[in-house]
């Protein structure tokens, strides 16, 4: 059902980047591309107008990337479990295909870096690994091995070759500091550790000078170490006085050679080498994991922890935010009814709001240390009700974020689901007690006006039908129960052994589906409760999402397995595949026109696809 002969859904864009990859942000030597990773795909993004590439190929979240100096290859390592290799991909540029899966390290690859002339590749395995490896690009083997710090030191963080000899690479860590050099006749690496007296660091980054003549050393306490390459002795450390606050994160070189500083506070400056004096100044948002330089590093870009891009110009030294999404898991998302130009998605502590065909954020609704679980747009688009796991639910004016209404302990252990009516005037919620709650909304607050106690678990869904006399609760107990909202009264339940996720509403028979954990793809007659059809969801793992489109002929999911499927509802066949998400997908909603699919997932990425049927009217 799931193979190679089903169509493949036609993704457009792709909002979404992983901050928290070390130096994960790169510009091609072309000058036209940005390369980072999102999840475990690597995205290739054309600067001028946006237009993405994607590869594909790796199993769990990318841990690092490089690019060659040539521009040839790619190259990322990623994380796995304990106990299993984690992969180095090489990639052939040009052709955007993978040129080579390179297998040594465990659990996780630390760092990666190409020789000035594209012949090797090191790469660093992580702290249950602590090895550092040497590769033949052209032959796509090993050359030599050696554990990356000695015994008596802590584990080694980061990599980087000489600008200048393919001979030779600096590694870097928890108070180790070594340059190697490769003896390609006797197949080893020899390293020669660097004298720095009494100064114990943990250095977390490190940038080469051009010429090969001196290392930078980014360290944890917020102070820059350079080191003479040929004597392997400190040279100097500053600055002295004012340290970076959270430490320093990483370095690039200008070709005049100033020195481009990211900190962990967000501080971002241009300092003089010689005495780290800072020239200039800007103050981020988040912690700088990030900086490319583009060309003759007039313009270059600075990626942050918070999984926010943005561009410099070197005269001027402003930022300009060209790219923001969500550096957490997104929780759920939710269509704006009757349009299909604006989206909303939540995540650990903020809403916010998307137009469909530009992939910049509206709007952004925060509320600190608090995660909202889940969200809706009531249908008239006058407001957002959101539920959030501190037991409140917050009504939020969709165009400026103006907090309308809240309701205090709607639930006692978090609201976990919310659904509006059609005629804007009740909310219904849902709480990890298991209470389902209907609420009216009056001109100047709110009232309960029953609690519908049924579920024994946390609910996980509410839809309600179109007509606004019944809803459908979820349960991750097992249940599903049917309510009549006028009455308040449960009408029919319907159990699996599963926990479910999702639940739908089919809009025009009197079915609804559900699938969970188990995951089955089940259709229930919503009169007596029974069991219509049962269809094999996924292959692997739970499926967390899923919707009805407006016609009632398909219907989407998405899950653990990081795909979207589109199925036909009547002859329960999938009839597109889409494979771009990197993690678990969390939600899936079709816009009302049925011409665009928005999906979201636990990496942090929102994806649109082109929806393969639109309607007919």
């Known amino acids: 059902m799931e193979s190679n002969c089903v169509p493949r859904l036609e993704l457009e864009t792709v909002w979404g980047f992983n901050g ?24 290739l993004k054309r600067i001028k107008d946006g237009k993405q590439d994607f590869l594909h190929g790796h199993t769990n979240n990318v841990s690092c990337v490089s690019v060659s100096k040539s ?4 190259a990322s390592g990623q994380v796995n479990f ?6 180095v991909i090489i990639w052939d540029y040009a052709q955007r295909t993978v040129y080579a899966q390179l297998q040594l390290h465990k659990a996780k690859v630390e760092a990666v870096d190409f020789s000035p002339d594209d012949r090797y590749l090191v790469s ?30 802590g584990h080694c963080l980061t990599v980087q070759y000489s600008n200048t000899d393919s001979n030779v690479f600096v590694s870097a860590g928890s108070g180790t500091l070594r340059v190697w050099e490769l003896d390609l006749l006797n197949r080893k690496i020899k390293a020669t550790d660097c004298q720095t007296g009494k100064l114990k660091r943990i250095v977390k980054c490190i940038e080469i000078s051009e010429d090969d003549q001196f290392i930078y050393c980014g360290t944890t306490t917020g102070d820059i170490m350079k080191i003479n390459m040929k004597t392997r002795l400190l040279a100097s450390c500053g600055p002295v006085k004012a340290k970076y606050s959270l430490g320093v994160s990483i370095l690039r070189i200008l070709k005049s050679g100033n020195l481009l500083v990211g900190s962990g506070c967000g501080t971002f400056t241009v300092c003089c080498a010689d005495n780290f004096k800072p020239l200039k100044e800007v103050q981020l948002d988040k912690a700088v994991t990030s900086i490319a330089l583009r060309g003759e ?9 918070a999984a926010q891009m943005y561009r410099f110009g070197y005269d001027d030294f402003k930022a300009e935010l060209i790219s923001s999404s969500h550096s957490r898991a997104v929780n759920g998302a939710a269509m704006c009814f009757g349009t299909s130009e604006l989206f909303a998605t939540c995540s650990e502590e903020d809403i916010r709001v998307w137009h469909v ?16 679980t889940s969200l809706d747009f009531m249908t008239d688009g006058h407001s957002i009700i959101s539920a959030w796991n501190d037991g409140k639910i917050r009504v939020f004016a969709p165009e400026s974020g103006r907090l309308m209404l809240i309701i205090h302990n709607a639930h006692k252990t978090g609201v976990t689901a919310i659904a509006g009516t059609r005629d804007c005037k009740k909310i219904i919620s849902g709480g990890g007690e298991g209470q389902v709650r209907v609420w009216e909304l009056q001109p100047h607050g709110h009232r309960l006006l029953e609690t519908l106690k049924g579920h024994k678990a946390t609910v996980a869904c509410i839809k309600i039908r179109g007509d606004d006399k019944e809803c459908v609760s979820a349960s991750c107990e097992g249940a599903c129960i049917i309510w009549d909202i006028v009455r308040f009264v449960s009408l029919q339940m319907v159990i699996a052994n599963t926990l479910f996720k999702t639940v739908c509403y089919h809009p025009d028979i009197n079915q609804i589906i559900t699938s969970g954990t188990d995951r089955k793809v089940v259709y229930w007659d ?7 059809r049962e269809l094999e969801g996924s292959q692997s793992g739970a499926v ?27 002859d329960g066949v999938i009839t597109h595949i889409g494979t771009a998400h990197g993690g678990s997908v969390t939600s899936i909603k079709i816009c009302s026109n049925n011409r665009t699919l928005i999906s979201t997932s636990a990496d942090g990425a929102i994806i649109r696809w082109r929806f393969p049927h639109p309607s007919t009217s």
């Open 20 to 43: 928290h990859v070390p130096s994960g942000l790169r510009v091609h030597p072309d000058k036209e591309h940005l390369i980072y990773p999102l999840g475990s795909t690597i995205i």
């Open 71 to 74: 521009g040839s290859y790619i």
């Open 82 to 87: 304990m106990g299993f290799k984690a992969v």
């Open 124 to 153: 660093l395995g992580g702290q249950d690994d602590d090895s550092i490896v040497v590769w033949n690009v052209e032959t796509k083997q090993a050359v030599c091995g050696s554990p990356a710090s000695a015994n008596s030191t």
């Open 297 to 305: 590093a007039q313009q270059f870009f600075v990626g942050t922890e």
């Open 357 to 372: 065909d530009r992939p910049k954020e509206l709007l952004r609704i925060t509320v600190p240390n608090m995660t909202c």
């Open 526 to 532: 919503a009169y007596d409760g029974s069991a219509i």
């Open 544 to 570: 967390n999402g899923m919707h009805i489109s407006h016609d009632g002929r398909h219907f989407v999911t998405g899950g653990d397995d990081k795909l979207v499927k589109v199925w036909d509802y009547m």
